[in-house]
């Protein structure tokens, strides 16, 4: 596993609505790997990406089991 971070943040109903939980918040998942060395000596470029879930059960145990 590269080396990076995961930070969240829970946003109100109606910043950026999941598709079909419109009236849930959403739970915002920042990923950020940085750039590093493979075991093998191989370089690659690190990465930020974005996803979303929704602020429901189903979508606060995703971010738990993110968490772990």
Known sequence: MPAGKMSWKCLHPGEAPC???EASG?????YSF????????????????IAYVPDT???????LLLIK
């Open 19 to 21: 598709e079909g939980y």
């Open 57 to 63: 059960s189903d979508g606060k145990e995703v971010m």
């Open 34 to 49: 940085y750039d590093g060395v493979t075991k093998e000596g191989v370089y690659y470029r690190g990465t930020k990406r």
């Open 26 to 30: 959403t739970w915002q998942i920042i």
